[in-house]
């Protein structure tokens, strides 16, 4: 497989959302200062970024300029960050590491990592339907991508597969049930990344149809390869202490199938999310790209 | 002062929301049962509607049919039950009770309650947003009061007022601060909900200039009663422990200037609220019983 150097080949994107990111964050400023600045440590942590170059890459495809969606895709970061702080938190994963870096609840304290994780995900929203963003696109258009995204991180979505991964911990699974967790809690948000730079970008229905298909298999892939490196992965690399799934007794592919049909979950997965692309041409590049470095993390 | 039955007199709309709420309510089912059994136990838990019913009445006094508006108003209380919930974890407020049945973590875990409320606040996005709500208002307004109520509960709203009441605990404070922290903690919602239903409703810019004036106040006054309830209020209305924000060393009104003039900041506060009214005639009236019935809380 080719080399491919994420960082690299989306350099302008992924400094375009930083930017973004900082420009239109809240001052670390007044009395509640102290929960700007964990929100903007998270914000800032070394996150690779992908959910939003999804949204930006997907916007690109069907047609849309990128720089159109910039707040939308930002705004998706702030979700994607939230969920971290939160599930970091003693009452959940508990882990005291994140990138590398103590995770917001140790950097900080309980309380404010709670709250940061609040902030982020109302700062998400107000991302979405800020005036810079909303002159730049179709207002039917947005209202639905907010929907898609609300909905892909709410009870039936990123929230409930958070609150079954808990629940199973300690308990007898099996493959339906994994699948069930990794769907809500990791692909809706992958997935709702991708349609709504499609839809935002004006993509047509078959479009977003193509790559509702792409962000399904490449989020599915990109959890079961999680759960891999989980145990195969390079402590160094990931930031974070191998092993603490198996530790934690969590349900995952690699302790329910093992190693070697977990590999071939990964790559059937990545062949769907690129076959799912063929309806695009060479401008659909990034994205096959972009799957293919998913699955090379764990080579 | 007259006498006025919230309940009995907003009856008509406070079912209509109730309604709302269990129609529009994810099933509990699946996998994530626990935390949407969670959510469902604190969003009816006996609130009394406050702001949903603002959010409604507003739309109504502006020329709105306040029928149009139920699922951004019910939104409004999921974000509003989203912050109970949170405020009343241990590494928060820590309190065991609320409206006089256990607090959400109680009832339940700490960990299904920071779901519940990561996941109520999404299903606010999520019911504003809706295609039933969508279809029933212009949609550039809609996504003005989404803006305005994300900007309201976050860092520089609700989450900031909630970051400075925790850090303000046991530290001198002074009144400068204090309105700060009920500005943002209490005030931005409840001024937000008004806002957004005079927005839904279609008012023009001196209607929403006026009711954003007595929004403020009424929140402002609303706080203020909160603080002097826990001084001198009835535990069995309440459903909760008075004397709780003196054991935590709350700033509050009572404790900075005395129950006196903590009464009368209340009153002035009711009749800014009132006069901010007087752009409107006869048909704001439901707005002036709900600013009395406010200040009635304490005699």
């Known amino acids: 497989m080719e080399k491919f150097n994420f960082t690299e080949y989306f350099k302008e994107k992924i400094e375009a959302v930083e930017e973004t990111l900082i420009q239109f964050f809240p ?30 890459v997907s916007c690109e495809i069907v047609g849309g300029d990128w720089r159109d969606v910039l707040l939308f895709a930002a705004g998706i970061e702030c979700i994607h960050t939230y969920s971290l702080i939160h599930d970091d938190l003693p009452a959940m994963d508990d882990d005291d590491f994140r990138r590398g870096k103590p995770s917001c609840h140790k950097a900080f304290d309980e309380a404010t990592a709670i709250l940061a994780g609040d902030g982020l995900q109302a700062l998400a929203f107000e991302f979405f339907t800020h005036p810079s963003q909303v002159k730049r696109v179709s207002k039917t258009r947005l209202i639905k991508a907010i929907y898609k995204i609300a909905k892909a991180i709410g ?34 948000l992958i997935e709702a990344s991708v349609v709504s730079g499609a839809l935002l970008g004006g ?19 990109f959890q ?31 302790s329910l ?21 063929s309806y695009f041409g060479s401008e659909a590049e990034p994205l096959r790209l972009l799957a293919n470095f998913v699955l090379n993390r764990v080579y």
């Open 224 to 254: 079961i390869v999680d759960d891999l490196l989980d145990v195969i992965g390079d402590e160094k690399k990931l930031g974070k202490r191998v092993g603490s799934d198996q530790k934690k007794q969590k349900l995952t592919y690699p």
């Open 155 to 188: 009870f039936e979505g990123m929230v409930g597969g958070q609150m079954a991964d808990l629940l199973m911990e300690g308990q007898e699974g099996n493959t339906k049930i994994l699948k069930w967790i990794h769907t809500h809690k990791t692909v809706k």
């Open 203 to 221: 993509g047509d229905v078959k479009q977003v149809k193509a790559l509702t298909s792409y962000g399904r298999h490449l989020g599915l892939a």
């Open 27 to 56: 001052e670390s400023e007044g009395y509640a200062k102290r929960v700007i600045e964990a929100a903007k440590y998270s914000v800032h942590a070394g996150g690779k970024r992908l959910r939003p170059i999804l949204c930006l």
């Open 257 to 277: 199938v093992g190693l070697e049909k977990t590999r071939q979950l990964a790559e059937e997965s990545i062949k769907r999310a690129i076959s799912a692309l």
